[in-house]
Each structure stands twice: as structure tokens, then as C-alpha cells.
């Protein structure tokens, strides 16, 4: 079980699968969205993802046509973000789980915007844009 809870604990969920996937990604957008040199993002079933508490905080923006990033309108906390043509998927921003285990990164995409004043030494594929 995995549980985790904006900055100001307003949105609170589980996850009641298994991380399987970790991805490191360098992108410019990744970067603005969380406002750091990198995200971490791990692809989850929607339908074992449920929000205990703070639905009504959730606010979202469409960063492209079909990918909206979902952020508590208190905090400003990204929770995941979805896209519209794999309704089935979602991609939880993994700084915001408090429990439960996240595996090491799978592989990091997008390298080649990576911020030059930071190295990443982890034992990993690295891929110059997205692996899929």
C-alpha cells in the first residue's frame, strides 16, 4: 500500500498496487511543472488509486493537448498527472507518497535537457527523449 498527501496535507490518497516503474524525467516542461532540475514519476493503475480526502482541492492544467498535470489549489503540491489517451494510467508524482515503497529508478528520459550543473549517478538507461 502506498499513501501519500499534498504539502499542506489537504489531498490525502492511497495506491493499493505495487510501484513497478520509476522514471527520472529531464524534460523542460517536467522541470517547470515542479519547479526542480528533474521529476520523478511513476506510472500507476487509476483504478487502485483513490483519494481519501481533499477532491475539492484538486485543480488542473492542460500542459498539451492531451496531458493534464493535477495540483492541490492550497499548496500548489503536484499530484499526478494523466493523459487523455491512456485513461487507464496515471503518472503519481512520487515526491508526495509519505508510505510504503518506491523502487530506484528505472530510467531516466529526456538526458539531453538535463540541468549541466547537476549529476545524477544512478545505475540506470538513460534516454534522450521518451522511452514510450
Given at each position: 500500500m502506498?499513501?501519500?498527501?499534498?504539502?499542506c496535507g489537504g489531498v490525502q490518497y492511497t495506491y493499493a498496487g505495487e510501484i513497478?516503474?520509476?522514471?527520472?524525467?529531464?524534460?523542460?516542461?517536467c522541470k517547470r511543472a515542479q519547479g526542480t532540475p528533474f521529476a520523478t514519476n511513476a506510472p500507476i493503475e487509476r483504478?487502485?488509486?483513490?483519494?481519501?480526502c481533499g477532491e475539492d482541492?484538486?485543480?488542473?492544467?492542460?500542459?498539451?493537448?492531451?496531458?493534464k498535470r493535477v495540483f492541490?489549489?492550497?499548496?500548489g503540491?503536484?499530484?499526478?498527472?494523466?493523459?487523455?489517451?491512456?485513461?487507464?494510467i496515471i503518472?503519481?508524482?512520487?515526491?508526495?507518497?509519505?508510505?510504503?515503497?518506491i523502487p530506484q529508478p528505472s530510467y531516466q528520459s529526456f538526458c539531453d535537457f538535463?540541468?549541466?550543473?547537476?549529476?545524477?549517478?544512478l545505475d540506470c538507461p538513460q534516454y534522450k527523449e521518451r522511452k514510450h
Open positions: 502506498i499513501t501519500g498527501t499534498c504539502l513497478r516503474e520509476l522514471v527520472v524525467c529531464h524534460c523542460d516542461m483504478a487502485a488509486f483513490r483519494l481519501l482541492l484538486l485543480k488542473a492544467y492542460f500542459s498539451s493537448e492531451k496531458k492541490c489549489s492550497n499548496c503540491s503536484p499530484l499526478y498527472s494523466e493523459r487523455t489517451d491512456l485513461p487507464e503518472r503519481l508524482r512520487v515526491g508526495t507518497v509519505t508510505s510504503g515503497h538535463s540541468a549541466k550543473w547537476l549529476t545524477l549517478d
